[in-house]
């Protein structure tokens, strides 16, 4: 084999495993919030591509989704048929995602913590807990961050 089809190979080999490791999904916003914008970005720096919707009323969304109002937060996305509330770090989702733990259809950062990603803002850090979800709304703590 010739080195220059050696070499087209490697390269067609190495683009479409980049390819395959793009995990695709939605995000519900709304127009006017800059932290979920950081939040898409952050995703999209780690590996995602995120299809943004623009909404002015996200609560039929998350009522559809099966969030409950305590662990709400202001963005929603549907990733591989899950639901991921507010600012998840995209490390959390792609271990959800890995592990498919039964019976829960997602995780959620409740509120906007300082320190979650999309909500960095010089060096302030607030505890924040990542929590997994079943359609009934019963939670259990998926991860804990800035302790």
């Known amino acids: 084999m010739k080195f220059s089809h050696l070499f087209a ?3 067609l080999t190495l ?3 980049s390819f395959a490791q793009t995990i695709k999904g939605t995000n519900y916003q709304s127009p006017y919030c800059g932290c979920c ?6 995703m999209e720096d780690n590996g ?3 299809d943004v919707v623009y909404k002015e009323d996200l609560t039929p969304i998350k009522i559809e989704l099966g969030l409950r109002p305590e662990y709400t937060s202001c963005h929603t996305a ?3 048929g899950y639901t991921f509330e507010g600012h998840v770090p995209a490390d959390e989702v792609k271990r ?4 498919k733990p039964a019976r829960m259809i997602g995780l959620a950062v409740a509120g906007m913590p300082m320190g979650s990603p999309g909500m960095e803002y010089d060096d ?3 505890p924040y807990e990542v929590l997994a979800f079943d359609e009934n709304g019963k939670t259990m703590v998926w991860s ?4």
């Open 9 to 11: 190979l490697v390269l």
């Open 144 to 147: 804990t961050h800035n302790q």
């Open 15 to 17: 683009s479409t495993s």
């Open 78 to 80: 549907e990733i591989e």
């Open 96 to 99: 959800f995602l890995d592990k």
């Open 48 to 50: 995602f591509e995120l």
């Open 37 to 42: 914008k950081e939040w898409v970005k952050h």
């Open 124 to 126: 302030q850090k607030d």
